[in-house]
T-cell receptor, first 114, second 115 residues
Framework: DTEVTQTPKHLVMGMTNKKSLKCEQHMGHRAMYWYKQKAKKPPELMFVYSYEKLSINESVPSRFSPECPNSSLLNLHLHALQPEDSALYLC?????????????FGSGTRLTVV | AQSVTQPDIHITVSEGASLELRCNYSYGATPYLFWYVQSPGQGLQLLLKYFSGDTLVQGIKGFEAEFKRSQSSFNLRKPSVHWSDAAEYFCAVGALRAGSYQLTFGKGTKLSVIP
């Protein structure tokens, strides 16, 4: 299995809702990432998990809450989002802390906040 | 801090023509360089990567890139473009931070292909 699977593919949520994005990989990768991508922009790093521990939080608002329950799974919990949070949310993974094989990206969750 | 510049926002080529997408990087140490492609609404797919050794690297889908340290460049090339190559292309540099490597992306180049 050489894929990163993200669910759901599309999500529409109100500003008072609570929802979660899920990311799963079975490649044995020990680093996982959340990126946010606005239209016509490059991906921007949000969080880095290394060996199931949060190693980097790029000053992301607390309405985004990441969770890494095990080495294969990464969640992003969403609460009280704003319309400007609408974007494509990408999950990626890599082998340990290295980068020799680059990142493997999922196909993303298209989030719309109404 | 590391950075990547892709000078061309949008490039249009005819099908069958050659292609070169430019990328310049800034990084103090030996760079880890990547090219990714993204189709609309999709994730990113790795085309090729450079760490060391041969400065001309081959990737998937017939793409290649050449690393030129003197010019801080890592340009992507393809000898004959196919209509299916129309997509957004991102150059990225991998840099060590907080004990793990991270990717920093350029702003991307959108490729349009004329039949």
């Amino acid at each position: 299995d050489t894929e990163v699977t993200q669910t759901p593919k599309h999500l529409v949520m109100g500003m008072t809702n609570k929802k979660s994005l899920k990311c799963e990989q079975h490649m044995g990768h020990r680093a996982m990432y959340w990126y946010k991508q606005k239209a016509k922009k490059p991906p921007e790093l949000m969080f880095v998990y290394s060996y199931e521990k949060l190693s980097i939080n790029e000053s992301v608002p607390s309405r985004f809450s990441p969770e890494c329950p095990n080495s294969s799974l990464l969640n992003l919990h969403l609460h009280a989002l704003q319309p400007e949070d609408s974007a494509l949310y990408l999950c990626a993974s890599s082998q340990g802390r290295g980068i020799r094989h680059g990142y493997t990206f999922g196909s993303g969750t298209r989030l719309t906040v109404v | 801090a590391q950075s990547v510049t892709q000078p061309d926002i949008h490039i249009t080529v005819s099908e069958g023509a050659s292609l070169e997408l430019r990328c310049n990087y800034s990084y103090g140490a030996t760079p880890y360089l990547f090219w990714y492609v993204q189709s609309p609404g999709q994730g990113l797919q790795l085309l090729l990567k450079y760490f060391s050794g041969d400065t001309l690297v081959q990737g998937i889908k017939g793409f290649e890139a050449e690393f030129k340290r003197s010019q801080s460049s890592f340009n992507l090339r393809k000898p004959s473009v196919h209509w299916s190559d129309a997509a957004e292309y991102f150059c990225a540099v991998g840099a060590l931070r907080a004990g793990s490597y991270q990717l920093t992306f350029g702003k991307g180049t959108k490729l349009s292909v004329i039949p």
